[in-house]
């Protein structure tokens, strides 16, 4: 059974970077044709990706890119996501969500962490 | 690519036959995925590939479509499909529709 669960700090100041782990089970990132992605969704808006992270191989949105770091931790079992210069309009829950069989759907997802960007 | 879903809000009665649509700003060679999202929860992968249905997802979702123009369909209505459908392209990067929100009459 393959299950995420992402954490991070819940709230943080403008500018701060924030630092998300997505912890999972019953998958392997060491299997060449699995994936593990980072999505947000503002509250009542749609979803947006921003990274993913295949093998050795990272994949950034590109309006996102100078922002985002994306790496993994596989004795963890856990990828980690950074994200730099945060404002208000980067509060959202963020999702870590696996991708599989060499296609980007996202077949398991975590339940979302919240965060907000507030000073 | 700017995918477009219709319409934003659909209302419809148990046992009716729905028919939600998404539209791609260019080909997307049937790289398209629907997800359910219940309030609350996380989003819920139902069809991939435009057709293929998700392990243990009920038969009366399917998926339809080619070229720009996709479908989801669900056959028979029931209270627990109520929620908001998006669509997602993986042919180039991937990008989500704005979501449909479908509720009972």
């Known amino acids: 059974q393959v299950t995420l669960k992402e954490s991070g700090p819940g709230m943080l100041q403008p500018s701060q970077t924030l630092s998300l782990t997505c912890t999972f089970s019953?998958?392997?990132?060491?299997?060449?044709?699995?994936?593990l992605s980072w999505l947000r969704q503002p509250s009542g808006k749609g979803l947006e990706w921003l990274a993913s992270?295949?093998?050795?191989?990272?994949y950034y949105n590109p309006s996102l890119r100078s922002r985002l770091t994306i790496s993994k931790e596989t004795s963890k079992n856990q990828v980690l996501l950074k994200f730099t210069s945060m404002e208000p309009a980067d509060t959202a829950t963020y999702y870590c969500?696996?991708?599989?069989?060499?296609?980007?759907?996202?077949?398991?997802w975590g339940p979302g962490t919240m965060v907000t960007v507030s000073s | 690519i700017q995918m477009t879903q219709s319409p934003s809000l659909l209302s419809a009665s148990v046992g009716d036959r729905v028919t939600l649509s998404c539209k791609a700003g260019?080909?997307?060679?049937?790289?398209l995925a629907w997800y359910q999202q219940k309030l609350g929860e996380a989003p819920k992968l139902l069809i991939y590939?435009?057709?293929s249905l998700q392990t243990g997802i009920p038969s009366r979702f399917s998926g339809s479509g080619s070229g720009t123009d996709y479908t989801l369909t669900i056959s028979s209505l029931q209270p627990e499909d109520v929620a908001t459908y998006f669509c997602?392209?993986?042919?180039?990067?991937?990008?989500f529709g704005g979501g449909t929100k479908l509720e009972l009459k």
């Open positions: 969500a696996r991708n599989w069989d060499y296609y980007w759907y996202f077949d398991f």
């Open positions: 019953g998958t392997s990132l060491s299997t060449s044709n699995m994936g």
């Open positions: 992270i295949w093998n050795n191989d990272n």
């Open positions: 260019q080909n997307i060679n049937n790289y």
């Open positions: 590939n435009a057709n």
């Open positions: 997602q392209q993986y042919n180039s990067w991937t990008t």
